[in-house]
């Protein structure tokens, strides 16, 4: 491999890092990441390109050992740039998901205060950059902010915890990881799964440690079988949903956007829901002025950013002009 390829995939390792943090934090979007980087199209023409028939064709050639043949599925694929994308973006959100968990057991509503401020601001970032001016766009919007509200709140459906529901959570949450300004984390929270995934990821990381060094092996089944259900749901998701979301953007971006950027606006219920589940708090004054101050706080984090990375044109109908902008933006 050269230097300029030991470089390449150092530099998609670190955007990886990078979307896989803000993938794991609410109200910041890995697609943003992506684009910040100029390599949002690239991303979405690999995503696109991951299709059945080059699954087929991989397998094909691994079991006939044809390594020309595979390598050529590599290359049409671009699986080395997904694969080092992949490798960032899990570490990210392994670290995160640690640190995340032990905020939820210490510091509840420190934790979704952030969360709050984090999903404010960017919604009202978002915000600038749709219009309402039709009465199809604002039916959009009326309709994923509901969506999101009434999800948010004690839906039976969506209550407690199973592979299914893991499953159906992984599928929509990964369609989000790739659009500009949607987090994939904030679908989780909305549907009332982002702690608890976050504690199966970690239990399941510390139990293949522990197995490692004699740990017992029951340990590790149970939050695998839940990290594999989420995976295999993205990997359902990537090959459905994105591409329906896709679609509906390049048919109709103003009155997608205006629904999707109204889904987060909804999604202020969520972080508050969590703290009004949590037993044993209630909201006093000193709860609340807690969770105000620190939503403050990542509420100024989501718009420093905002403010000195680039602002995304989601009204824009090519994409592809978007990563020009970036290029040449000067703040």
């Known amino acids: 491999m050269t230097d300029d390829a030991n470089g390449l995939s150092l530099r998609m390792f670190l955007v990886g890092l990078c979307m896989g943090t803000a993938d794991a934090v609410p109200g910041v979007s890995g697609g943003t990441i992506a684009l910040l980087a100029g390599i949002y199209d690239r991303l979405i023409d690999a995503i696109t ?106 839906v039976e459906l969506l209550a407690g915890h199973n592979l299914a529901l893991t499953f159906f959570a992984g599928t929509v949450a990964i369609s989000a990881t790739i659009l500009p300004g949607i987090s994939g984390a904030l679908i989780l929270v909305v549907l009332g799964q982002y702690t608890y995934l976050t504690e199966a990821l970690s239990g399941f990381v510390d139990a293949a440690l522990a197995l490692a060094t004699g740990g017992a092996v029951d340990r590790v089944l149970d939050p695998a079988a839940t990290v594999v259900a989420f995976l295999a749901g ?75 990375a680039v602002d995304i044109d989601v009204d824009t109908g090519d994409l592809d002009d978007v990563d020009a902008d970036v290029a040449g933006h000067d703040r």
């Open 49 to 154: 390109d991951l299709t059945p028939d080059a699954a087929v064709r991989a397998l094909r050639a691994v079991a006939s050992l044809d390594a020309g043949g595979l390598w050529a599925v590599v290359e049409d694929t671009d699986a080395l740039f997904l694969g080092t994308l992949a490798v960032g973006i899990s570490l990210a959100i392994v670290v995160i998901s640690r640190i995340v968990h032990y905020a939820e057991v210490t510091h509840p509503v420190a934790l979704f205060g952030f969360f709050f401020g984090l999903i404010f601001a960017s919604a009202l970032v978002l915000s600038r950059q749709i219009s309402l001016d039709t009465r199809r766009h604002a039916i959009a919007a009326v309709a994923g902010f509901l969506v999101a509200f009434t999800l948010s709140g004690d």
């Open 234 to 308: 993205a990997a359902v998701g990537l090959l459905t949903v994105a591409r329906l979301v896709d679609r509906a953007l390049e048919a109709d971006r103003r009155t997608t956007m205006a629904f999707l950027v109204a889904l987060v606006a909804g999604a202020l219920r969520a972080p508050v829901t969590e703290v009004s589940r949590r037993e044993g708090l209630a909201w006093t004054t000193d709860v609340l002025a807690q969770f105000v101050a620190v939503a403050v706080v990542g509420a100024v984090i989501l718009f420093a950013l905002d403010r000195y």
